[in-house]
């Protein structure tokens, strides 16, 4: 044809401006800049080291779970048993007899266990047995919940002050939240660089042309749960890290949390489209809201009442958004 | 048929392929024999079974009956991998893609080009799929997500796809439906050459000049059974082809006949519509028991011109006037109310309840429209459903078949019939033949014509020029969003109407 087209263009390191476009991350990206704000002037040393660590650990978890919800919603499934399944890895840690198992390193060990066989669990259910995500995810997730309640009916139990210490140390200078969240976001991006990710996404976008393609439909999705639930227990560890303890109703929030961040992330619920950075400019975008209904002073009773408000407001931001552009 | 010869090696026969839907037999014991090195053309109305048997062939469906052979031994197809593994490729009517993901990720769905450890090879890939959209004739960025390339381009993208994966048997399914015909031109060379090399190949189209350039050997099929086969030597017995495609040899020939357009009372004027960039101002009437074609090249605004009557977009300016009253419409709602309808191109998306039963569908606009929304009237509208089955002549078990399984015809008949239950004073309609056979095409038109002799108007764009001339009252020819070309009586021929087409008015 014309000399027009010319070979490709190699790469796109370029094109940031209509790949972000593309990835309906901008608006995400200017809630994330409206909060960053607003935490400055509540909080002025919102940029000092020990703020910003403090911050980091505690955002640390949030973000690992809306990315492990964002792996499963670009294969154009749902789960929503994330929480009930933190709660449920965290009891387990705690109820670990911790010096039998190996140490910090056996218990993490059994953490990640427990993670893959829920992952697994969910998996097969929706991907195997077919049934839909929405509806077998949240029963199971009461399974995850039941359990829970079960190992340990009351908060309480010990996870060992060596976790606790190591998450809140540095290692090669940096803070070990942060190098969590960097080596998870690295394993995506590996994972998108490979077959195996590359099918998750085009399962999510289309999964007729999919199949029709030869991809095998039941394991990419099993994958993606598999995936997710690994992120899940680096988020429960992580979280475990700092409360030291068992908790059944730990991991509640999480769910809602999750889905709002990856809706904030511009990752559409129809599966396919947006990235799991996405997910991790959602996850900041809550938690900084959460740190301002704190600042701000809000009586504690009001602030889930607060945080679902702000939730509906950035989602309707979020739809509007959309429409604009459309 | 007991005793079967060896075969030839890498080659791909179906033998006595039976399948049904819903207790509605599509297949019942069909051979089909693609030899190496040659094309066969497959030819069938809709619902004839045709792309049903291809998609088994492909293995991506498993037949009731019968069995695949792959060079004399019997083979078992689970997934479509199996297909493909096998050599046996098809590119699907209605392309088989990932919308979001980028076209030269699309080119390579589920046979990724891999380096070292599984992952991806960015370069060589876009590399790879530049050069497969060349040889097709496409030049596109292949960065951008499929989902925002046109219908034609989807088409190409699925058919590089196919060509690529060097098949022992390659199927394409209807692949020149939303082709230009350089583009059509360029697939056939393509298409010649990889026969030539040894693949055999299966061309379905529903055009039967194309048929007679490129096919060697031709099956017809009509509702599941395979009614005539024989070798092409260069050209087609037109009349002996239509004759088992529907039974019927009248089929083409029963052009309308035109009325005098005298004093016909006015139902619509446009008067310098405008809406967008596509719709540049448009002066029309509509004169009452009229079908009105337009015609032109795709994309010269006819269907903004549909919608922007139908209230589907707003207008920039101009004026729409309905039996003497000037309207703006905001919604569909508001013409509908009037009695102007449009039956849109797009079926699948716009004009049918895909999940819904026949009925359902048939009865989703008076049950939206009826004056008491309180109270369903379900004797009325049961009664109204079946008075329309049997007038639309739509094929169906009853009202409680779901649409998706009804073939393309017969789904676009339950389109149309949805609105017959109201006073339908204009109607619209947008390509409402696309993928529909010779026989339901008549049908169609005789739907419509029936609809406009009770005095009211029909509006019709279509890509198909011999069927506006066959059906249609008078031709306005539109050329980059407005009307050039009016035509009637014995002005209404195909050069006159190409010539327009192009912007040069006689």
């Known amino acids: ?326 | 048929m007991t005793d079967h010869l060896p075969l030839p090696p890498g080659r791909v026969t179906a033998r006595r392929i039976s399948k049904s839907f819903g207790g509605v037999p599509a297949l019942a014991g069909v051979d089909l024999e693609p030899r190496p090195g040659r094309v066969l053309g497959l030819l069938g109305a809709n619902g004839s079974g045709k792309s049903t048997l291809c998609r088994i062939i492909a293995g991506e469906m498993a037949p009731d009956g019968g069995e695949l052979l792959l060079d004399g031994e019997a083979v078992r197809f689970a997934t479509p991998k199996d297909g493909v593994r096998h050599g046996i490729v098809i590119a699907h009517q209605h392309p088989s893609l990932a919308p979001d993901l980028p076209v030269w990720e699309n080119l390579f769905l589920g046979m990724e080009r891999c380096g070292l450890g599984g992952f991806v090879s960015r370069a060589g890939s876009r590399r790879a799929a530049w050069h497969m959209l060349q040889a097709v004739g496409l030049d596109i960025d292949i960065d951008q997500p499929v989902e925002r390339l046109s219908a034609a381009e989807q088409q190409l993208v699925e058919i590089a796809r196919a060509l690529s994966r060097e098949p022992r048997l390659l199927i394409l399914d209807e692949p020149t439906a939303a082709l230009s015909a350089a583009l059509v031109e360029r697939l056939f060379a393509h298409v010649r050459a990889l026969a030539a090399s040894g693949t055999a190949i299966i061309f379905i189209s529903h055009r039967l000049q194309e048929v007679e350039a490129l096919c060697d050997d031709l099956v017809v099929l009509r509702n599941g059974h395979r009614v005539g086969s024989w070798e092409l030597d260069g050209s087609l017995d037109e009349a002996r082809v239509l004759d088992l495609l529907t039974g019927d040899s009248d089929v083409a020939s029963r052009a309308r006949d035109r009325k005098p357009q005298a004093a016909r009372e006015v139902v619509l004027t446009l008067e310098g519509l405008a809406a967008g960039t596509a719709l540049r101002g448009v002066d029309l009437d509509l004169h009452s028991g009229e079908i009105l074609g337009l015609a032109g090249l795709q994309g010269q605004g006819q269907e903004q011109l549909l919608d922007a009557v139908a209230g589907f977009r707003r207008k920039d300016s101009g004026r729409i006037v309905h039996r003497g009253r000037a309207l703006s419409p905001r919604r569909p709602r508001d013409m509908i109310r009037r009695g102007i309808c449009l039956v849109p191109n797009d079926r699948h998306r716009q004009g049918l309840f895909m999940n819904e039963t026949v009925g359902e569908n048939l009865a989703a606009v008076s049950v939206a429209m009826q004056p008491q929304p309180w109270r369903l009237r379900r004797r009325a509208l049961r009664d109204f459903v079946q008075r329309a089955i049997p007038r639309l002549l739509i094929k169906t078990r009853g009202p409680a078949q779901p649409v998706a399984t009804l073939s393309g015809g017969n789904q676009q008949k339950v389109v149309i019939g949805k609105w017959l239950d109201g006073s339908v004073d204009v109607l619209l309609l947008s390509d409402p033949t696309k993928g529909v056979d010779l026989r339901a095409r008549r049908e169609i038109y005789d739907t419509i014509a029936d609809l406009v002799a009770g005095g009211s108007a029909a509006l019709v764009y279509a890509s198909d020029i011999h069927e506006l001339l066959h059906h249609c009252d008078r031709i306005l020819v539109m050329f980059e969003g407005r009307i050039v070309e009016a035509l009637s009586g014995s002005a209404m021929t195909e050069q006159r109407v190409i010539a327009a087409s192009f912007g040069r008015v006689a």
């Open chain 1, 1 to 326: 044809m014309s000399a027009a087209g010319g070979l490709p263009r190699t790469g796109s390191a370029l094109a940031i401006w209509p790949a972000l476009r593309r990835s309906g991350l901008g608006p995400g990206l200017l809630m994330l800049a409206v909060v960053t704000g607003l935490n400055i002037a509540l909080q002025p040393d919102f940029f000092s080291g020990a703020s910003l660590s403090g911050n980091i650990a505690t955002f640390a978890p949030t973000i690992l779970i809306c990315v492990a919800q964002a792996v499963i919603v670009l294969s154009r499934e749902l789960d929503l048993s994330l929480g009930a399944g933190v709660s449920l890895i965290n009891c387990v840690m705690a109820s670990l007899p911790q010096d039998k198992v190996g140490g910090p390193l056996g218990v993490m060990a059994i953490a990640i266990l427990v993670a893959i066989l829920l992952g697994a669990v969910n998996g097969l259910l929706v991907a195997y047995a077919g049934l839909p995500s929405l509806v077998a995810t949240f029963a199971t997730g009461a399974i995850w919940f039941g359990l829970a309640l079960t190992i340990m009916p009351q908060p309480g139990g010990v996870i060992s002050d060596a976790i606790g210490d190591r998450y809140a140390g540095t290692l090669m200078g940096i803070p070990v939240p942060l190098l969590i969240i960097a080596v998870a976001m690295t394993g995506w991006a590996i994972l998108a660089r490979h077959r195996s990710g590359r099918r998750i996404m085009a399962v999510g976008s289309n999964p007729q042309a999919a199949r029709d393609a030869g991809i095998p439909l039941r394991r990419t999705k099993l994958l993606a749960y598999l995936v997710a639930w690994i992120l899940v227990a680096l988020g429960a560890i992580a979280i475990s890290a700092q409360t030291l303890s068992g908790d059944p109703r730990l991991g509640t929030s999480y769910t809602l949390a999750s889905v709002a961040a990856v809706v904030i992330g511009g990752i559409s619920l129809g599966g396919g489209r947006g990235t799991p950075w996405g997910a991790l400019v959602g996850a900041l975008v809550l938690g900084l809201v959460t740190n301002v209904i704190y600042f701000a002073g809000i009586a504690s009773s009001w602030q889930e009442f607060v945080k679902g408000l702000v939730i509906v407001a950035a989602l309707g931001f979020m739809v509007l958004e959309g429409q604009r552009r459309a």
